[in-house]
């Protein structure tokens, strides 16, 4: 993985020591607070319902173990013992204190680490697909390039004060395992028919109250081009996205007042005329970056190895765990690991300091000390060996961190909704809580299969219900939690954006309703092959509508 | 009121005039990019230097024929959460090649100031409001750079290969 050199390390340890002096100022009323509200959360401190939230940047999700058992340290000694992972491969600490922060700042930095750019009106940290150097099917390994973005990102003399936040993620592959096409830039390594590598932008998606699909304004932009060509989207943006209204001051709103064609244009006409300056990106620097992601020195390992294909056999268990949570890795006899933290009844996300302590340890001595964090709220670790697998997993289950619902019902994304957030409408973690005690058998959950299932606490859409397959999102009824539901939303490849089933339910009503859903879905199904996104895709709303609002209707009558 | 370059107070020698006063014989004036296209000509021929000064929702584009004429363009921040300028100072340096002075008036705080700099902007006028030695302050903050701009200061990329190019 990328490691600082002395340039990196000097700034961000200016960077901690400029912040601390902004916090310093504020203390002595040098600055106002609308003053230090942009300064703090450009380093990742927002003011939340209870207390301040610190949000670490975790760039494109790659973590050592030593940064993890600092993350554990950190939540101990200044949390409360905990932390949660979030749906940009950041993790966040919902109790620290003000003064403290100068300190977890400098704790951050004997790690390499900081919270520069996880908030505010910026280009936010860049995140990648999660799988990236480990996939068969990438054409490149993307986080060399989301090193170098996050490099150019970091404190952009230009585009620090933006019309509103500026989010970017990359992929190599056409699995698309990140919801690329949902960010402000979502970036695809692509090889043309030279054989060059390149990036195709996809420039305009979002979500929150505008869901849009983020759409293809240029196929190719060769990897020398790479900074000038996003400086020049970003400079479009920022001279000419809306600063009157902060609900239509995303790029994709710019993106869609223009038609993408003229917006191309215009990021067209500012990119020829700068693309052979200074931003030219040298071939050295891309060499030196890359070293750092050299694969790891792995084994030449069987394919089949005889204890790991029999502890399948005689343990169901430890099967369904390696069938849901673990995937093929490209090099023979690996396999690659998700470690859910989604546990029946648990706020997804959250991890507790011993939990991360134990993930450290594994990853050293199973995964070449590497971790991930993925925007499902999950870990990674990336490179395990078959014949380690059970004994691992075992270790997992001490901890409560074996659970065998990657990508099933379980697995829910979850924004903290009204239990931390005051923009919140409703809860968002205790209907998660709920829904996944409900489908707590994980036969069934595997059964049912590949189902992904977002909440949002309102429409902000932090949870990414719009691309749910089953999306939750809460509302406001006259003071009571509401949840609208909408089906047939997705954030792959094959990206779609739900549609609203029908009427909202009640706090109460929420999890028939979802499990309503998910029977007509079985009911429905040619097999247990068709997913419930092909189910729907196939038969449209109006089953699940008819289904679902019968049921609620009958068992409120046998509730009266 | 005195303005900064590279963090140093310094007599500020522009006048601005508003667009219904008279305009002073043998100064440096800035007048209103309205002004400018209508009474151009005749502002030419004044004796003194000549800037002009664009809101923030004009951009540089709207001079760019004039700017040879121009000694002094200035840059309004209305707001400092309002960050368009830092593009406008961009546009002007990189894209027309302006060589003249930029400045930037408005609500610029220190914590943006190097971020100013960086543009391309040359003088700032600071809210009166605010303690000037706190933007040399910022000048200080840092010595690592990641984005080539065109300014003089050396990026950690080119600093990087640079070492490498004199240890080889
Ligand atoms: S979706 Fe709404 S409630 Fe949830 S975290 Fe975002 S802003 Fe808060």
Not at chain 1, 72 to 95: E, L, M, P, S, V
Not at chain 1, 369 to 398: C, S, Y
Request: net charge neutral; with cysteine.
């Amino acid at each position: 993985m990328y490691r600082y050199d002395q340039f990196d390390a000097t700034f961000v340890r200016e960077r901690t020591a400029q912040f601390s002096g902004q916090v310093a100022r504020r203390l002595a009323g040098e600055l106002t607070e609308e003053e230090f509200r942009p300064l703090r959360l450009k380093n990742g401190l927002y003011l939340q319902l209870h207390a301040y939230m610190l949000r670490v940047a975790i760039p494109y999700g790659e973590l050592s173990s030593q940064q993890m058992r600092k993350l554990a340290y950190i939540a101990r000694r200044y949390d409360k013992g905990y932390g949660h992972f979030t749906t940009r491969q950041n993790i966040q600490y919902n109790w620290p204190r003000l003064d403290d922060v100068p300190a977890i700042l400098a704790h951050l930095a004997e790690v390499e680490m900081h919270a520069i750019q996880t908030s505010g009106n910026c280009i936010r940290n860049v995140t990648a697909d999660h799988f990236a150097g480990i996939a068969a099917d990438e054409v490149e390994d993307p986080r060399i390039w989301a090193e170098v973005i996050r490099q150019w990102s970091t404190l952009h003399p230009e585009f620090s004060y933006l019309p509103r936040k500026f989010k970017i993620c990359l992929i190599a592959s056409e699995h698309d395992r990140a919801a690329m096409r949902t960010h402000d830039i979502g970036l695809r390594i692509v090889r043309n028919a030279k054989g060059e590598l390149g990036f195709a932008f996809y420039t305009g998606g979002g979500q929150g109250r505008t869901p849009i699909i983020g759409p293809l304004v240029k196929d190719f932009v060769a990897q020398e081009d790479l900074l000038s060509y996003l400086d020049a989207t970003l400079r479009v943006y920022n001279m000419h996205g809306r600063r009157d209204n902060i609900y239509k001051a995303r790029i994709k709103i710019l993106v869609q007042a223009l038609g993408a064609e003229e917006f191309t244009r215009q990021v067209d006409e500012e990119w020829l005329r700068i693309k052979d300056s200074v931003l030219k990106l040298p071939e050295a620097e891309v060499a030196r970056i890359r070293r750092y992601f050299a694969p790891p020195d792995y084994e030449k390992l069987p394919v089949y190895v005889e204890s790991f294909e029999d502890k399948k056999l005689s343990d169901p268990d430890f099967a369904r765990w390696i069938r849901a949570n673990t995937h093929d890795h490209k090099v023979d006899g690996y396999r690659i690991v998700s470690i859910s933290l989604k546990p029946v009844g648990a706020a997804p996300g959250d991890i507790t300091a011993d939990q991360m302590d134990l993930v450290a340890d594994l990853a050293d001595t199973y995964s070449f000390g590497e971790i991930r964090a993925t925007h499902r709220q999950n870990l990674i670790l990336p490179h395990v060996r078959q014949q380690d697998l059970f004994e691992m997993w075992q270790k997992l289950q001490g901890v409560k961190l074996a659970e065998p619902n990657i990508d099933f019902v379980g697995d829910i994304i979850a924004c903290p909704g009204l239990d931390y957030c005051n923009l919140a409408n409703a809860r968002s973690i205790p209907v998660a809580q709920r829904i996944s005690r409900r489908f707590s058998d994980p036969k069934r959950q595997a059964e049912i299969g590949e189902l992904r299932l977002n909440i949002s606490g309102c429409i902000n859409a932090c949870g990414h219900h719009h691309v749910g397959h089953i999306g939750i999102l809460g509302v406001d009824k006259k003071g009571e939690e509401f949840y609208q539901v909408t089906l047939g939303g997705s954030s792959a490849e094959d990206i779609s954006l739900g549609k609203i089933l029908g009427p909202a339910f009640s706090y109460d009503e929420i999890t028939d309703a979802v499990e309503a859903v998910v029977d007509t879905y079985l009911d429905l199904r040619t097999g247990p092959a068709e997913r419930f996104i092909d189910t729907y895709r196939r038969t449209g709303i109006d089953p699940f509508k008819e289904k679902v609002y019968g049921s609620l209707k009958e068992r409120r009558s046998a509730a009266e | 009121m005195a303005v900064l370059r590279n963090g140093v107070p310094q007599p500020n020698e522009w006048i601005r005039v508003a667009d219904d006063q008279p305009l002073p014989e043998n100064a440096k004036v800035i007048v209103s990019v309205e002004r400018w296209r209508s009474e151009g000509e005749r502002l030419r021929q004044l004796n003194g230097a000549l800037g002009v000064f664009l809101k923030s929702d004009q951009s540089p584009l709207l001079i760019a024929d004039d700017l040879h004429r121009l000694s002094l363009v200035a840059l309004e921040f209305p707001k400092f959460t309002d960050g368009r300028a830092f593009s406008y100072a961009r546009i002007l340096r990189d894209r027309l090649g302006y060589k003249g002075e930029i400045r930037a008036v408005g609500q610029v705080l220190r914590d943006q100031y190097v971020f100013m700099l960086r543009c391309g902007i040359d003088t700032i006028e600071p809210p009166v409001e605010k303690r000037v030695e706190g933007y040399a302050e910022a000048l200080r903050e840092f010595s690592v750079f990641y984005q080539p701009t065109g300014d003089e200061r050396a990026t950690a990329l080119q600093l990087r290969h640079q070492r490498k190019a004199v240890a080889a």
